[in-house]
Nanobody
Framework: VQLQASGGGLVQPGGSLRLSCAAS????????MGWYRQAPGKQRELVAA???????NYADSVKGQFTISRDNPKNTVYLQMNNLELEDTAVYYCNAERIVAWDRSYYYWGQGTLVTVSS
């Protein structure tokens, strides 16, 4: 499985961006997908996740600000980011979790896309 993230860039505070992550292979529809971010000097953190069934969860810091969605026929997961703040500056990574057994999962990572919020 390969994940290709795109959509990052430079945006002013209060602006919006939509990240996309396209997955190769035929496991996308049965995989849980997530967006993580890593700011300079900080650990990577989960931003948003969506299960194969469409259930979502968000980090408290982005609730009401970010929306994760998926398009299974297109093998793509999206992260709509609104009202961006300086603190949202980070490299954003998409992640796929392929559950193969009740106690085993495989994880795949995209290459990351940089989001810079600056005036």
């Amino acid at each position: 499985v390969q994940l290709q993230a795109s959509g990052g860039g430079l945006v002013q505070p209060g602006g919006s961006l939509r990240l996309s992550c396209a997955a190769s292979g035929n496991i996308f529809s049965t995989s849980n997908m997530g967006w993580y971010r890593q700011a300079p000097g900080k650990q990577r953190e989960l931003v948003a996740a969506i299960t194969s069934g469409g259930s979502t969860n968000y980090a408290d810091s982005v609730k009401g600000q970010f929306t994760i969605s998926r398009d299974n026929p297109k093998n793509t997961v999206y992260l709509q980011m609104n009202n961006l703040e300086l603190e949202d500056t980070a490299v954003y990574y998409c992640n796929a979790e392929r559950i193969v057994a009740w106690d085993r999962s495989y994880y795949y990572w995209g290459q990351g896309t940089l989001v810079t919020v600056s005036s």
